[in-house]
């Protein structure tokens, strides 16, 4: 045997445009970070640690989405020094919430918000990282689930496929014996299009799950369009329900779309 | 006195929420220039609400910070509520408490022991400062669960919880579901009293500042989501009046807007002002612990903010018991009303202190328009007031350990910079 010490593979943590939320999740694993922190050497984590360690980096984790011309040039920084590069969260992997201004004029969106327009540099779409360079896994979720995170870790250090299904919300629901929400109450609910992994919490707290997970893997956006028709919601309401948190999901983008020509 | 220019220059500032820098210029022992820079990009909340249902607004403005997403949809919800004219029910009003210091736990609990700890402790990370303080570490880390726990209880889950309604909650909790948190509660409070003990006998520079502080003020209780807005030169004004005192000026250096009191100029929020002008509506346990610490109203070291809020540890603890122990379910989990047009405006107390939200609805209860003023903005002149007067003070100390202190006193302020952009980086310039 070795009696070198293994080297620890190397963990990086980058954000871009989002809430903190994602990155927020690795700390709020409060039973597992200690140990996380034995597995690997946390080397770039700016919301963590003062100590900021060249890469390259075995793992960069990706929080947030690309809205400006200088984060559309570090990503591809970022790629260059990663071995394996995970997206986290809905911003990163669907360009998040701040999506919204893709159906708008972002000039216009400045100008609402700051007094002196003419100090703001952005760029007119807000995009998940995937359009801008290669992306190895994506984690879903606004925010992600954080065992969902320590399987993702545990599996790229052990070299398989991570455990994380890409099933509906509507599974999990059963497997909880949750009340189906649509049918019982009449509650509009996206979670037969929306993947797994939150643990169907809304339909638990007697409401609709509202799509943070993003769209499963083959989601009946029309079928369910239909159905929220004959729970008597508009199509001002249909669209509104899909342009959320991953608003910018091409499934959730064609049928917030469909419902606005319609 | 040697006339060299030098700078203080932190390029990503390390353990805040968010992205920002610092440049600090340095003439001799003279401050000539100081920027917080933040450079968070944009994400343009209050013009994308712009269509939204009324009911949308506490998931979406949630989104703002995934540190204190509760203090958001509390602003939310009860500005909405001022709009549509909804009364909320005595056990709600209670819940909402609640809730409010789960998260005041979780997040204070992160700052203290995760942020701000290994400052004063010379480690880089909470991560390194375990392996020579590993109890101390933990101590904080099941302080911190407990906070998530409460919120996850209520909510569903730690970030962006899903429980929040206008009028109440989607769905309140049974009274002995409550009760299960009692033991956790009473080993939180013991646990917030050894946090006191201990920051308290941390080293603090020596450095007092003249601050108008700003909080809100209840006549009855420490405030979360209630009360007049005070400050200690004499405002005393409702969430309505806010707009007419305090003005919000966009300076080039920074996506957050920097907030002023009219005719004044930069003010504190945050724990630090909330001890101050609510000292007396502490409970006596709170009280007593502050009083050992050696902290008595008003503290104008911003430097002792860890302890302030270790004290606001033990409140929310206390407080969250006293819930658990009273709360009966309300008859219905929330109160409704039809949609009408109307401006509603609400000021809560987020654990960095005052958030400010106000909302114009049509008759559809569709969003007009939509105004945001997170803490961090609030805090953010005062920030660089701050660094201008402490920066001439470690002045003449070599540069590593005087970019350190300067960070530091950053941290004072627990930014949340994804908050007040909705970034910083610190740069201290040496000339």
Same mark, same amino acid.
């Given at each position: 045997?070795?009696?070198?010490?293994?080297?620890?593979?190397?963990?990086?943590?980058?954000?871009?445009?989002?809430?903190?939320?994602?990155?927020?999740?690795l700390?709020?694993?409060?039973?597992?970070? #200690?140990?996380?922190? @034995? &597995?690997?050497?946390? %080397?770039?984590?700016?919301? =963590?640690? /003062?100590?900021?360690?060249?890469?390259?980096?075995?793992?960069?984790?990706?929080?947030?989405?690309?809205?400006?011309?200088?984060?559309?040039?570090?990503?591809?920084?970022?790629?260059?020094?990663?071995?394996? #590069?995970?997206?986290? @969260? &809905?911003?990163?992997? %669907?360009?998040?919430?701040? =999506?919204? /201004?893709?159906?708008?004029?972002?000039t216009?969106?400045?100008?609402?918000v700051?007094?002196?327009?003419?100090?703001?540099?952005?760029?007119?779409?807000s995009?998940?990282?995937a359009?801008?360079?290669?992306?190895?896994?994506?984690l879903?979720?606004?925010?992600?689930?954080?065992?969902?995170?320590?399987?993702?870790?545990?599996?790229t250090?052990?070299?398989?496929?991570?455990?994380?299904?890409?099933?509906s919300?509507?599974?999990?629901?059963?497997?909880?014996?949750?009340?189906?929400?649509?049918?019982?109450?009449?509650?509009?609910?996206l979670?037969?299009?929306?993947?797994?992994?939150?643990?169907?919490?809304?339909?638990?707290?007697?409401?609709?799950?509202?799509?943070?997970?993003?769209?499963?893997?083959?989601?009946?956006t029309?079928?369910?369009?239909?159905?929220?028709?004959?729970?008597?919601?508009?199509?001002?309401?249909?669209?509104?329900?899909?342009?959320?948190?991953?608003?910018?999901?091409?499934?959730?983008?064609?049928?917030?779309?469909?419902?606005?020509?319609? | 006195?040697?006339?060299?220019?030098?700078?203080?220059?932190?390029?990503?500032?390390?353990?805040?929420?968010?992205?920002?820098?610092?440049?600090?210029?340095?003439?001799?022992?003279?401050?000539?220039?100081?920027k917080?820079?933040i450079?968070?990009?944009?994400?343009?909340?209050?013009?994308?609400?712009?269509?939204?249902?009324?009911?949308?607004?506490?998931?979406?403005?949630?989104?703002?910070?995934?540190?204190?997403?509760?203090?958001?949809?509390?602003?939310?919800?009860?500005?909405?509520?001022?709009?549509?004219?909804i009364?909320?029910?005595?056990?709600?009003?209670?819940?909402?408490?609640?809730?409010?210091?789960?998260?005041?736990?979780?997040?204070?609990?992160?700052?203290?022991?995760?942020?701000?700890?290994?400052?004063?402790?010379?480690?880089?990370?909470?991560?390194?400062?375990?392996?020579?303080?590993?109890?101390?570490?933990?101590?904080?880390?099941?302080?911190?669960?407990?906070?998530?726990?409460?919120?996850?209880?209520?909510?569903?889950?730690?970030?962006?919880?899903?429980?929040?309604?206008v009028?109440?909650?989607?769905?309140?909790?049974?009274?002995?579901v409550?009760?299960?948190l009692?033991?956790?509660?009473?080993?939180?409070?013991?646990?917030?009293?050894?946090?006191?003990?201990?920051?308290?006998?941390?080293?603090?520079?020596?450095?007092?500042?003249?601050?108008?502080f700003?909080?809100l003020?209840?006549?009855?209780?420490?405030?979360?989501?209630e009360?007049?807005?005070?400050?200690?030169?004499?405002?005393?004004i409702?969430?309505?009046?806010?707009?007419?005192?305090?003005?919000?000026?966009?300076?080039?250096?920074?996506?957050?807007?920097?907030?002023?009191?009219?005719?004044?100029?930069?003010?504190?929020?945050?724990?630090?002002?909330r001890?101050?002008?609510?000292?007396?509506?502490?409970?006596?346990?709170?009280?007593?612990a502050?009083?050992?610490?050696?902290?008595?109203?008003?503290?104008?070291?911003?430097?002792?903010?860890?302890?302030?809020?270790?004290?606001?540890?033990?409140?929310?603890?206390?407080?969250?018991?006293?819930?658990?122990?009273?709360?009966?379910?309300?008859?219905?989990?929330?109160?409704?009303?039809?949609?009408?047009?109307?401006?509603g405006?609400?000021?809560?107390?987020?654990?960095?202190?005052?958030?400010?939200?106000?909302?114009?609805?049509?008759?559809?209860?569709?969003?007009?328009t939509?105004?945001i003023?997170?803490?961090?903005?609030?805090?953010?002149?005062?920030?660089?007031?701050?660094?201008?007067?402490?920066?001439?003070?470690?002045?003449?100390?070599?540069?590593?350990?005087?970019?350190?202190?300067?960070?530091?006193?950053?941290?004072?302020?627990?930014?949340?910079?994804?908050?007040?952009?909705?970034?910083?980086?610190?740069?201290?310039?040496?000339?």
């Open positions: 045997m070795n009696s070198e010490r293994k080297k620890k593979p190397r963990v990086a943590v980058f954000k871009f445009a989002s809430c903190d939320g994602c990155q927020l999740s700390l709020d694993a409060e039973d597992e970070l #200690l140990a996380v922190a @034995g &597995a690997v050497e946390i %080397a770039y984590f700016p919301e =963590a640690s /003062r100590a900021m360690l060249k890469g390259p980096y075995d793992i960069a984790l990706v929080e947030g989405s690309i809205t400006t011309h200088q984060d559309a040039e570090r990503i591809q920084q970022v790629r260059r020094q990663a071995k394996t #590069l995970v997206t986290i @969260g &809905a911003c990163a992997t %669907a360009g998040g919430i701040q =999506a919204l /201004r893709n159906w708008k004029d972002v216009e969106f400045i100008r609402v700051y007094p002196s327009p003419q100090f703001i540099s952005t760029l007119k779409l995009t998940p990282i359009e801008h360079v290669p992306v190895d896994f994506e879903r979720g606004c925010p992600i689930n954080h065992y969902q995170l320590i399987e993702l870790i545990a599996a250090l052990a070299g398989r496929k991570p455990n994380i299904p890409a099933y919300v509507c599974l999990e629901c059963k497997r909880q014996g949750n009340v189906c929400v649509p049918v019982a109450h009449g509650t509009p609910c979670g037969p299009v929306t993947q797994a992994g939150c643990g169907a919490i809304c339909p638990a707290y007697d409401r609709g799950c509202y799509g943070c997970y993003g769209p499963m893997e083959s989601p009946n029309a079928s369910l369009t239909s159905q929220f028709r004959i729970l008597g919601q508009s199509d001002q309401e249909i669209s509104r329900a899909f342009r959320s948190f991953n608003a910018w999901a091409w499934q959730f983008r064609k049928a917030s779309e469909e419902c606005e020509r319609a | 006195m040697s006339g060299r220019t030098r700078t203080i220059r932190v390029e990503t500032l390390a353990r805040v929420e968010g992205e920002g820098a610092l440049t600090i210029k340095l003439h001799g022992d003279r401050v000539t220039d100081v917080l820079r450079f968070e990009p944009p994400r343009f909340f209050e013009a994308f609400l712009k269509g939204r249902h009324y009911s949308e607004a506490a998931d979406i403005t949630a989104r703002i910070c995934g540190i204190c997403p509760i203090a958001y949809q509390m602003s939310a919800l009860h500005a909405m509520e001022r709009a549509l004219g009364r909320i029910d005595p056990a709600v009003r209670l819940l909402r408490r609640l809730f409010y210091c789960g998260e005041w736990i979780e997040s204070h609990a992160l700052h203290v022991y995760m942020l701000h700890a290994p400052d004063f402790l010379g480690y880089p990370d909470a991560i390194q400062m375990a392996r020579d303080h590993r109890a101390v570490v933990e101590q904080g880390l099941r302080l911190k669960k407990i906070g998530n726990r409460i919120v996850r209880l209520l909510g569903g889950r730690e970030i962006h919880p899903v429980s929040a309604a009028g109440g909650f989607y769905k309140t909790p049974a009274k002995s409550l009760r299960e009692e033991e956790d509660l009473q080993w939180a409070t013991e646990a917030s009293l050894a946090t006191v003990k201990l920051v308290a006998g941390f080293e603090f520079p020596d450095f007092e500042q003249d601050y108008e700003v909080a003020a209840h006549p009855e209780e420490y405030p979360f989501n009360g007049r807005l005070v400050s200690s030169r004499g405002l005393n409702d969430a309505a009046e806010y707009e007419d005192h305090f003005v919000e000026q966009h300076v080039k250096h920074s996506h957050a807007l920097h907030s002023v009191v009219r005719g004044r100029g930069s003010y504190l929020v945050g724990p630090l002002a001890f101050n002008l609510n000292f007396d509506r502490l409970p006596a346990l709170a009280r007593e502050a009083h050992t610490a050696g902290l008595a109203p008003p503290v104008k070291n911003p430097f002792r903010s860890i302890v302030v809020r270790a004290v606001e540890l033990v409140f929310a603890c206390v407080e969250a018991l006293r819930v658990v122990r009273e709360y009966e379910p309300p008859a219905a989990p929330r109160a409704t009303a039809a949609p009408r047009s109307g401006v405006q609400a000021i809560t107390e987020a654990p960095r202190g005052i958030l400010y939200h106000r909302y114009a609805l049509d008759e559809n209860g569709l969003i007009l939509a105004k003023v997170p803490p961090t903005s609030q805090n953010q002149k005062r920030i660089e007031d701050d660094l201008r007067e402490f920066a001439a003070q470690v002045a003449a100390w070599p540069l590593e350990e005087a970019t350190w202190k300067c960070e530091q006193a950053i941290r004072n302020y627990d930014p949340c910079i994804s908050c007040a952009t909705h970034f910083l980086r610190v740069n201290v310039e040496r000339e």
